[in-house]
């Protein structure tokens, strides 16, 4: 657990961080591999997104795991389903001792929640039957908890990120435009300071430029200041 809260404080991008999660579950848990698969936009069978695995005992990104001749199966499928914790022992393994020629004796799944529409699963494999004894899955657990939750909030400053760039590119052609207007235009707030303006007002009301028409408040351009108040009082009642 203590590497897995490294990796989270250290690493800010998903997939990498995805990837260097299985590892230190694979490195430090005693498992032979570890993966996270999710579905691809629109639904369909489960694609590894993440993987790491002893001697080559691993899954390749885009690969399909869960897939077998009758369908999807396995622990992840299960795991994702229910949104909870599925563990497959001895004979319930088979699926993944044929898919990848490697003795495995168990498999745990647990599910990610990162959100609502982003559906995904972190598997482990493991070459003994009693790997996955209380204690071991209760860590498991608490791995893939940190992971989701490391995971939401990246995702959240991703979102945050975008929109504030998205506002700042649109406030940015707005302020061209007004800017390149010929026209005067200005906008103010409420009480009359003066927030945006371009020189073709400065000129309309006599200034030299428009950062002397920005220090004045905008109720000291009216012949009549109860003219400003009742366009106000008008704009508010719509």
Avoid at 9 to 30: D, I, M, Q
Avoid at 106 to 121: K, M, N, Q, R, W
Avoid at 150 to 172: C, F, G, P, W, Y
């Amino acid at each position: 657990a203590y590497e897995i809260g490294l990796a989270i404080r250290r690493v800010a991008e998903p997939s990498e961080l995805l990837r260097k999660c299985c590892r230190t579950v694979v490195v430090h848990g005693g498992y032979v591999a570890a993966w996270v698969a999710a579905p691809p936009p629109g639904a369909g069978d489960l694609r590894v997104v993440a993987a790491y695995g002893i001697d080559g005992a691993q899954w390749q990104p885009g690969e399909s795991p869960c897939k077998g001749d009758d369908g999807p199966c396995g622990a992840p499928v299960e795991a994702l389903e229910r949104q909870r914790t599925v563990i497959h022992l001895g004979k319930a393994a088979m699926h993944w001792r044929e898919r990848t020629g490697y003795a495995i004796r168990g498999i745990a799944s647990l599910p990610l929640t990162l959100s609502d529409e982003t559906p995904a699963v972190l598997s482990v494999a493991s070459l003994h039957d009693d790997t996955f004894d209380p204690d071991s899955v209760q860590l498991l657990e608490e791995v893939a908890s940190d992971l989701s939750h490391a995971l939401r909030a990246i995702m959240l400053e991703s979102e945050r990120q975008r929109i504030e760039d998205k506002l700042r590119a649109s406030e940015e052609r707005h302020r061209k435009l007004v800017e390149r207007n010929v026209a005067g235009v200005f906008r103010t707030s409420p009480d009359g300071e003066i927030l945006l303006a371009n020189e073709a007002m400065a000129r309309i009301f006599g200034f030299d430029h428009v950062g002397q028409l920005l220090e004045v408040n905008a109720s000291d351009l009216y012949a009549d200041q109860a003219d400003r108040r009742r366009l106000i009082e008008e704009y508010l009642a719509l």
